[in-house]
Structures are given as C-alpha cells and as structure tokens.
C-alpha cells in the first residue's frame, strides 16, 4: 500500500515537473524565438560571407596500351598502364598536386602545399566508381575539383586531367616500343613470306611435268600452300598490331563526355545552413530561458535567506 502511494507521489511529481517545464517555456518564449532569430541570422551570415565553391565533375578513364593474342589468335584487348586505384595514389602525392598547381599558376595552394604536414591538401577528391578492362572502356575514375568560380574549377579539372595523361603516356611507352617492334618484324616476315611465295609460284609455272604425283613438284606444291598459310597468319598480325596502337586499344589519360560544371556552388549549403541555424538557435533559446530561470530563483532563495 505504502509502495503504490510513493509511486504515485513520484508520477504526480513528475507530471508538476514536465508542466513546470511547459510554463517556464511558455513564460519565457521571446528569449526562445530571441535564440532563433540569432541563430538564423548567424546563418544566413554565414551564407552571405562565406565565399562560393564550385565543383567540376570528370569521368577519366586511365591510359591503356593495346594487347594482341598469338599468332593465330589476333585478339586486340587494351590494358590500363596503371590500377585505378594507383593511379588515384599518383594525383594525391604533393609531386603531382605541385605540377598541376604550376600550371594553374596557383600560388595559394602551393603554399598550402608548403605548410601542409602530409604535403598534400584536398583542392579535389578522387574515387574509383568503375573497374573494368574491356576494349574501348578502361577504369574509369571519378575527379571532383573545386574552384572559386566554374571556369576556375573546370580549368583545374582539365590540368589534373592533362597531368595524369602526362605520366600515363610516359609509362606506356615500353608497351608502345614493344608493339611497334613486333609491327616491324611481322612486315619483314611478310615481305620475305610473299617472295618466297613468288618465287614457289614461278617453279610451279614453270614444271614441265604436271602429274601431282611427281615428288618434287608436289613438294614444291605443299611450300606454296604453306607459304600462302603463313602471308595469311602475317597480314592477319599486322592488322592486329596496327589496331592495338591505335584508340581505343591505345590512348592517353583522357575524359569521358567532358568535364561538368554546374552553375550552383556546391558550397555553402544554404539549406544545411539554415537548419543547423534554426536547431542551434532554437536550443541557444531553451538554455537561455532555463539559465535564466535557475538565476532567478537563486537570487529569490538568497533574498529570502537574507530576510530571515
């Protein structure tokens, strides 16, 4: 009996204590609309000082150098010089953002660039959102730049972009010189093959004897078709050699669909700002009535404690 007496004690407690809490907001709601006003003013404040960001948006697909198959199987591929994932360490190293910042004539970042600890700084964001190695379509990388103004961040864009071709050409140029070699002497095996060829042709012609059962002229028969097989498989590698150096077996750096720059900056984020402004004046409004509040009633306890 005495325990369902307390816990109602304790629920009428409670319900004076939320009521209380009600009549204190209540009483002292201009300093809780006060608190809102500041904080979406601080707000827009924020929004009207803080200097615009734009961002450029690039789809890159890495440099490829192309692949043919064995004589017989003159599958063309191409394959990507580096990993996506490589190349994306590459443009974050402050080597590379020193170069771009160079050719932007920045010298705001490469300061920063001077004064970071890790040597880099976030002038854009890099991520892999594709990984594949077919034909035509190698990893595609996505590059978001930031700038002051649209034409300022598409011109980083094309930079970081031009600079990564830059070093992707450099590595390709093993595979290039490999490919172009092969090009080389497959063309001198078929112009040895094609006067072989003319030569087996002529003796052929020029055989008195035309039984095919005749050893010498059946041997010379069987060179011929031989020699006719192998100009097929030769003229059939340099088609493929001359396909892998060229696009899109092979190709630099390069993007896809150009580079886009919306015309709305990315930053500040006017929605993001009014309502944390709103949720922290709103709250600045609470603290200030329930400060307020706690002050008053400490000054009447001690006024009421002076008086007895």
């Known amino acids: 009996?005495?325990?369902?007496?307390?816990?109602?004690?304790?629920?009428?407690?409670?319900?004076i204590s939320l009521f209380?809490?009600?009549?204190?907001?209540?009483?002292?709601?201009?300093?809780?609309?006060?608190?809102?006003?500041?904080?979406?003013?601080?707000?827009?404040?924020?929004?009207?000082l803080t200097p615009p960001k734009y961002e450029a948006v690039a789809l890159i697909q890495v440099g490829q150098v192309g692949q043919v198959g064995q004589i017989g199987q003159a599958k063309v591929s191409g394959q990507a010089v580096e990993p996506p994932a490589q190349a994306i360490e590459r443009m974050k190293t402050p080597a590379f953002q020193r170069r771009v910042a160079e050719a932007l004539n920045d010298q705001e970042w490469l300061d920063a660039l001077a004064r970071s600890a890790?040597?880099?700084?976030?002038?854009?964001?890099?991520?892999?959102?594709?990984?594949?190695?077919?034909?035509?379509?190698?990893?595609?990388i996505e590059l978001r730049a930031?700038?002051?103004?649209?034409?300022?961040?598409?011109?980083?864009?094309?930079v970081v972009v031009a600079e990564l071709a830059k070093a992707h050409d450099e590595l390709a140029q093993s595979g290039l010189v490999r490919l172009r070699a092969d090009l080389t002497v497959s063309r001198?095996?078929?112009?040895?093959?094609?006067?072989?060829?003319?030569?087996?042709?002529?003796?052929?012609?020029?055989?008195?004897?035309?039984?095919?059962?005749?050893?010498?002229?059946a041997l010379i028969a069987s060179l011929r078709i031989d020699k006719e097989s192998e100009t097929f498989g030769q003229r059939q590698m340099i088609m493929a050699l001359?396909?892998?150096?060229?696009?899109?077996a092979t190709q630099s750096a390069c993007v896809i669909e150009g580079i886009f720059v919306p015309e709305m900056p990315v930053w500040p984020k006017k929605t993001l700002l009014l309502?944390?402004?709103?949720?922290?004046?709103?709250?600045?409004g609470v603290l200030w009535v329930f400060v307020g509040d706690s002050?008053?009633?400490?000054?009447?306890?001690?006024?009421l404690e002076g008086h007895g």
């Open 20 to 48: 209380d809490l009600w009549e204190r907001l209540r009483d002292g709601w201009k300093g809780v609309v006060s608190g809102l006003v500041l904080g979406i003013a601080i707000a827009f404040a924020g929004i009207v």
């Open 242 to 248: 001359e396909t892998a150096l060229e696009a899109p």
């Open 188 to 217: 001198e095996k078929l112009a040895s093959a094609e006067r072989d060829l003319a030569a087996l042709t002529k003796l052929v012609e020029a055989a008195e004897i035309k039984d095919d059962r005749f050893t010498q002229l």
């Open 1 to 15: 009996m005495e325990t369902s007496e307390v816990n109602e004690n304790e629920l009428m407690q409670d319900e």
């Open 295 to 303: 002050w008053r009633r400490a000054r009447s306890a001690r006024a």
């Open 118 to 140: 890790t040597g880099t700084v976030g002038a854009f964001s890099l991520q892999v959102i594709k990984a594949t190695a077919g034909q035509g379509q190698g990893p595609l």
């Open 275 to 284: 309502g944390l402004g709103f949720l922290g004046g709103l709250l600045m």
């Open 146 to 158: 930031h700038g002051n103004s649209p034409e300022a961040a598409g011109r980083k864009a094309e």
